[in-house]
Each structure stands twice: as C-alpha cells, then as structure tokens.
C-alpha cells in the first residue's frame, strides 16, 4: 500500500470551555526551553475540537486527532475522553 499520507497528529489536552453545540476548547499543554535562559517553561495553545456527541466536560482529559478542516476554527475531533474529572 502507497503511503504518501502522513500520519495524522494526536494530542492530549484538558477541556477548558464547552459552550457551544458539539465544539469544546482544549489547552494542549507543552514545555519547552527558554529561548535566552534555557529554563522549561510551560506553553499552552488552544485548539478547537469537534465533539459529536458532547460528551467531553470541563477539566476533563481528553485525546485529539488532526483532522481535516470542518469549520472556521475546527481542526481536530475528539478521540476519547483519557480520564474524567472529578467533582469535589
């Protein structure tokens, strides 16, 4: 089989917001070194995520795949929920 299609990239991340029908915002949380100091330091994007049936919840650990684009802002969709938060 030809395979000229790279793979597609996963992240974790925890949900941050969902508010909208079937999106949630996820912080993919990096560290990398200081560009002058050398120190890690934390970097943190925010992806928009597709979640078909709204099952993910805030502060919730959660894997995502590259996808193709869907929306405006939506690149990735929601794989699995890792690990559920739990409320005090």
Known sequence: MNETRARRKVRIGRVVKHGADKTAVVAIERRAPHPVYGKIVKRTSKIYV??????ARVNDLVRVMETRPLSKMKRWRLVEIVRRHEEA
Not at 50 to 55: L, V
């Open 50 to 55: 597709h979640d078909e049936n709204n099952e």
